[in-house]
């Protein structure tokens, strides 16, 4: 496939009909299992992803591990032998998982208030259902949910998107699986969008530093973006469930 | 707002795979319709004041056009006639994937706000989009969509018109069901004002016969029947290449095969056209036969008449057939692909009415019927025509005529056809790009100062051809320390004028390189630039990128330093001048000295570099003369060459390597770089066998031994024979071709010409873009510039040089074309005797080299397919013997010059000899009062107040 494919046409829309700075749609549902202590369920797109999370519990495995003045944060990343278009056994722990889960951790640690919980874990599972473009992110996203789901103290939402350019020249944002195999590189970021900090930054190719920028803001503002939705829908939720109660009623 | 397309796709290793997609239907994409008051305003080209004026329609309309009227009639969307035009985006897309050419051109309409096009994105607009049913065809469905956005613009704004133009019979009579208005876009220019240019360029593709017609040529089989074959192995698909001396006949390159397929007469070239991609059918081995050694031209004139092909056909079958050389035979059953083009030409004469024959100057296309209102004007002119269809009952393919160029025979329409035939973009420069340019009076600045090294005070001069407006070089050379020299050399700074990414520099980057006519220039970048602003004029101050050496005095190299600089030359000599600078002891002047040391270090450099294997080739380049008021030629003449050319190339040499060391040093991926390979040891077939012939051992098997053994081949009887021999030595080299360096293993870096590992384009930015690269890569090295992305992808550079090498290749041959043309016109109506050389002996001809010329002609020595009675063939030795006296290759001769005229669009010099004189075939010399000696022309004085003009010194390497 050719490199100088137009991902932007002149009308200014994308391969599937997006512009440049509009997200994918978003559909998300916190408590979506009852058996773990948090759960959440993400769509982006076609992008589906399951997040479960345990915790805080004792460390397990021996008390070696633990830490005295924080919680260890367990994360695990699996992709269903379904999530893609050719089907494949994917067995745990091979090279990409086990950076996909070190990358989460990062983010997560960001994030999760962890020196209130010395000598404890948390354990955070992603299942990637179907993947199409942006698995990080949905995992990151999916993710914050969870713990939230699991009443976990947070700094503040930890969020994650990807930014691309499109024709070389025009950044666009939450690249598509059709689009990364079109286009460029990516530029994945992760970042607490209220405070504006960058918790992590991945490029999937080089590019040049001019474009840098550009394409850097642009994924914070999907952070923000999709930091939004997620705050709605955590709201929603709460409200749902408060409603059930009869508290919640009094202030909406 | 959301749907998803799904699709299943079977992979490379036969796994089926679901591919599901996202397709998003938006609110926020608008008619685009002036009038429309729902929408929001958007940017659109379409006019409320604009009218198109049909008489079938009472008041203005917009017209919407199906993907066929798009493909069949892109000429009469480019008059400027038809507008206020509404491009569905399914429209634009299926356009795109059927023919990209067609698709450019489209876009290039809808960007000019004149023409009033709109695309409107119909597939993502939530009221014209519907889903593909199950078992739709996918041009059913666009077909839908077509007709849902037209009943859409109905409803959406009842007060206009929108007229639906479509060739599909289906889709029009189901339109017209669903109320939409539409007409075959033939029907609706018929109704059209003022339509004559129009009906010319319609394409005539769906001829109806009313009057039976006797079919001329089988039918081609179709496409699911070609595919079948072509996978069980039963026929075979290739490339058809058409025969330029006999219409009858043509070879289709099968890349299974290893001998192309023979394919002869109308049934078997079967409506072929030079180029396509066809399947053909091979006979059995009893059937092949050889091809034909005869020269067969279309003389047929009206369209109905096929007794003369028939007659010729005849002629062929006839024609003997030798066993040996019997090929693979075969007849054209299908075609895949049309690889029709524009095609340059003239009318063919005698023929009253609309329809008028079409005569390609490529002989390897057929006559094309055309249908014209102006037939007497346009016999009168060089024209363009494409071929539109070639129906089965039609002798000549049909087309229409496209424009025209120029009245035949003058010089402006000739180089529009040799500019044309190599695609090479002449047009002006747009005002986009003419805006890029500096603001005169252009200053140096403190700033410019500050950021360049100041050597105005250093004594550089340049040394070009006569006449030369672009310098792109300077040179000076100082004594430093005991007995070293500072040798710069200063290149103009092209890149501080043209800035990456701008419409200049794009424009530039598209032309790649100035092209040479021989009274025509065609700039690579304006000539605000190339003759003003960077060229570096003796006693202006300009800018200049240089490269300065500190050498010993045997020209070895101690240090290189690169920076950007301003320079003021102190002059601009011609060769000759510098030449006559050096030798003229009584002058000592800085700049003498200067000149005088650089021709004595170039000398050591050149010596040092043929002593490590570098080729010394040769190719006869010729000057020609011109007649400043008539632009008509006055001499031709091969190109004098004094020992400054060569002083000012060793320099050149040394700066284009110095660089490409430096730059890939410092870019190992992405460096700009040119590679001469080495050629494949058949290609010296030709000069191992001529000297074989001679008597003379060439030993090809390395560079360095090539040239020793061309430096060894001399016979002090025939001086002139060396020169020969590396005329056909030039003829064996590849081409060298600029590459990205990350994109090759080091050994493929080496540039087999010049026997150097590394060597890249410096020197001459102002006619060549590969140029202006290689500066913007060396002024990041030293600092003077920074990067910008497309400069460091490996991926892009690769695409640049690619067009790059195409440019160029056909920039050498427009070149070649018009020296040609030039030759020609110059002797028009003249007869002369001069010297020549034998090149080759043929079975029946001898070819001549007038070095006088740079010509190569061939004298014939018997008609074509005869054999002579006076002359005898000896394969073996490579001579013809007539009496007692016998030729050989490379045998001195004197010729007979004249021009044969009589097919105007091929116009060929026909050589008669003169001595040695042979009875019976050998002419007498021209008088001694007609007689032109070489050496002192009779027009000398004359000549010197009449301007020279140049083709310019092409450097070979
Ligand atoms: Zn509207």
Redesign the interface.
């Known amino acids: 496939m050719s490199k100088n494919k137009e991902l932007i046409s002149k009308i200014g829309l994308r391969l599937d009909g997006r512009r440049a700075n509009e997200l994918r749609r978003i559909r998300c549902k916190l408590g979506v299992f009852t058996e773990p202590d948090g759960s959440a369920y993400i769509e982006q797109g076609l992008t589906k992803v399951l997040a479960a999370v345990y915790g805080p519990h004792e460390v397990r495995g021996g008390r070696s591990k633990a830490q005295h003045n924080s919680a260890i944060i367990n994360c695990q990343f699996s992709m269903a032998v379904f999530s893609t278009t050719e089907r494949k056994k994917r067995p745990r722990g091979d090279r990409k998982s086990t950076e996909l889960s070190m990358h989460l951790q990062q983010a997560l640690e960001a994030a999760i208030k962890s020196e209130l919980y010395p000598f404890c874990q948390i354990d955070v599972y992603v299942e990637v259902l179907h993947a199409d473009g942006g698995i990080y992110p949905a995992c990151v996203n999916a993710a914050t949910l969870a713990l939230i789901d699991a009443g976990i103290p947070l700094k503040e939402y930890v969020c994650a998107c990807t930014a691309s350019l499109a024709n070389n020249d025009i950044p666009m944002l939450d690249i598509s699986h059709q689009e990364e195999v079109l286009g460029g590189p990516t530029l994945t970021v992760a970042a607490l969008p209220m405070s504006g900090k960058i918790v992590l930054m991945e490029m999937s190719q080089r590019f040049h530093l001019d474009h840098l920028d550009k394409v850097l803001e642009k994924a914070l503002q999907g952070c923000k973006d999709i930091k939004e939705i997620l705050d709605n829908a955590v709201r929603l939720h709460v409200t749902d469930i408060g409603s059930s109660t009869g508290w919640a009623n009094t202030k909406h | 707002?959301?749907t998803?397309k799904a699709f299943i796709k079977k992979?490379k290793i036969g796994?089926f795979?679901?591919?599901?997609?996202?397709?998003?239907?938006?609110d926020d994409i608008f008619c685009g319709v002036p009038s429309c008051e729902t929408c929001h305003p958007v940017e659109s080209h379409l006019s409320s004041t604009y009218k198109n004026v049909c008489c079938l329609f009472k008041y203005n309309h917009y017209l919407i056009l199906d993907t066929n009227v798009i493909l069949d009639q892109m000429d009469v969307l480019d008059e400027p006639i038809l507008e206020n035009i509404i491009i569905l985006?399914t429209v634009l897309k299926e356009v795109k994937h059927r023919s990209l050419p067609i698709y450019k051109r489209l876009?290039s309409i809808?960007?000019n706000p004149s023409r009033h096009f709109y695309?409107f994105?119909n597939?993502?607009h939530k009221d014209t989009y519907v889903k593909q049913d199950d078992k739709e065809l996918i041009n059913d469905y666009n077909d839908r969509l077509i007709r849902k956005s037209c009943s859409w613009y109905m409803k959406h704004l009842p007060g206009e018109i929108f007229v639906l133009l479509s060739n599909d019979a289906k889709n029009r009579a189901i339109a017209l069901a669903e109320g939409i208005p539409t007409l075959t876009i033939k029907d609706y220019i018929e109704s059209v004002k003022d339509n004559s240019v129009l009906l010319d360029k319609l394409a005539k593709k769906d001829i109806h016969v009313e009057t039976y017609t006797k079919d001329i040529f089988p039918p081609h089989l179709s496409n699911v029947e070609l595919l079948t074959g072509v996978k069980n192995g039963k026929l075979h698909q290739g490339t058809f290449r058409a025969s330029k001396d006999n219409f009858l006949e043509g070879f289709v390159n099968v890349d299974s095969l290893e001998d192309p397929v023979l394919v002869q007469g109308r049934s078997g070239l079967n409506r072929a056209v030079n180029g396509d991609i066809v399947v053909v059918e091979i006979f059995d081995k009893k059937e092949w036969v050889s091809p034909s050694d005869i020269v067969l031209e279309d003389e047929g004139v009206a369209e109905e008449g096929i007794d003369e092909i028939e007659l010729k056909e005849r002629e062929l079958k006839r024609s003997k057939k030798i066993k040996e050389e019997i090929k693979p035979t075969g007849k054209v059953v299908g075609i895949i692909r049309r690889k029709w083009r524009q095609y340059c030409g003239i009318l063919q004469g005698g023929m009253d009415g609309v329809y008028q024959l079409f005569v390609p100057s490529d002989r390897s296309i057929p006559k094309i019927r055309i249908e014209t209102r102006q037939a007497d004007f346009l016999r009168t002119q060089k024209l363009i025509v494409t071929i539109d269809s070639w129906p089965r009952h039609s002798r000549y393919p049909h087309g229409h005529f496209v424009r025209a160029l120029g009245k035949i025979g003058d010089q402006t329409t000739e180089n529009e056809v040799v500019l044309l035939e190599h695609d090479v973009p002449h047009s002006q420069f747009s005002e986009e790009v003419l805006a890029c340019l500096p603001k005169l009076p252009w200053i140096i600045t403190e700033k410019d100062v500050k950021k360049r090294v100041d050597i105005r005070h250093l004594d550089i001069c340049s040394v070009d051809p006569p006449g030369c407006t672009d310098i792109d070089d300077a040179l000076h050379c100082r004594p430093i320390g005991n007995d070293g020299f500072e040798v710069g050399v200063h290149i103009a700074d092209v890149a501080h004028f043209i800035r990456p990414g701008t419409a200049i520099d794009k424009e530039a980057a598209s032309r790649a390189t100035t092209v040479y006519l021989v009274n025509k220039r065609i700039d690579m970048v304006p000539e605000l630039l190339s003759s003003n602003l960077c060229s570096l004029r003796g006693g202006e101050e300009r800018f200049a990128f240089s490269c300065v050496w500190e050498m010993d005095a045997n020209a070895n190299i101690l240090n290189t330093r690169f920076h950007k600089s301003i320079i003021k030359s102190k002059a601009s000599f011609t060769y000759e001048e510098a030449q006559m600078t050096i030798d003229d002891k009584s002058k000592n002047d800085p700049i003498a000295m200067s000149l005088r040391g650089l021709n004595k270090l170039a000398k050591i450099l050149k010596k040092r570099r043929l002593e490590n294997g570098a080729l010394v080739l040769a190719s006869p380049e010729v000057k020609i003369h011109m007649d400043s008021e008539t632009m008509e030629p006055l001499d031709v003449e091969v190109k004098k060459l004094f020992e400054t050319n060569s002083m000012v190339e060793e320099f050149m040499l040394l700066a284009n390597i110095s660089v490409a060391e430096k730059i890939l040093d410092e870019f190992p991926e992405c460096a700009m770089l040119r590679r001469h390979p080495t050629p494949p040891s058949t290609n010296f077939d030709p000069l191992i066998k001529a000297g074989r012939h001679l008597g003379l051992d060439i030993n090809v098997e390395c560079g360095k031994n090539l040239a020793q053994s061309l430096d060894e081949a001399t016979k002090p009887e025939n001086p002139y024979l060396n020169t020969m021999l590396r005329i056909l030595a030039t003829r064996c080299m590849l081409q060298a071709v600029y590459f990205a360096s990350g994109t090759l293993q080091k050994e493929e870096y080496y540039h087999y010409g010049l026997a150097v590992p590394l060597y890249t384009h410096f020197t001459s930015p102002i006619r060549r873009y590969a140029d202006i690269i290689v500066h913007r890569l060396l002024a990041v090295t030293c600092g003077a510039d920074s990067?910008?992305?497309?400069l460091?992808?490996k991926?892009k550079s690769t695409?640049l040089c690619q067009n790059l090498n195409y440019r160029n290749r056909m920039a050498q041959y427009a070149g070649r074309a018009s020296v040609a043309f030039n030759t020609h016109l110059f002797f028009k109506g003249k007869l002369q005797d001069e010297e020549g050389y034998v090149l080759h002996i043929r079975k029946n001809a001898l070819q001549i080299l007038i070095p006088k010329y740079g010509l190569e002609c061939t004298l014939y020595l018997a008609k074509k397919g005869e054999s002579s009675n006076i002359f005898e063939y000896n394969e073996e030795e490579q001579s013809q013997k007539a009496g007692n006296i016998t030729l050989h290759a490379f045998d001195p001769v004197k010729v007979r010059l004249s021009l044969d005229s009589n097919n105007i669009q091929h116009e060929k010099f026909v050589l008669q000899l003169v001595s040695p004189y042979i009875e019976g075939f050998s002419v007498q010399p021209l008088g001694e009062s007609m007689e032109v000696d070489p050496d002192k022309p009779a027009s000398e004085k004359k000549r010197k107040s009449k301007s020279e003009s140049h083709v310019k010194n092409k450097k070979k390497n």
């Open positions: 707002m959301f998803t992979s796994h795979l679901k591919n599901v997609r996202e397709h998003y239907i938006r985006h876009q809808i960007d695309v994105t597939d993502h990067t910008y992305p497309d460091l992808d991926q695409e």
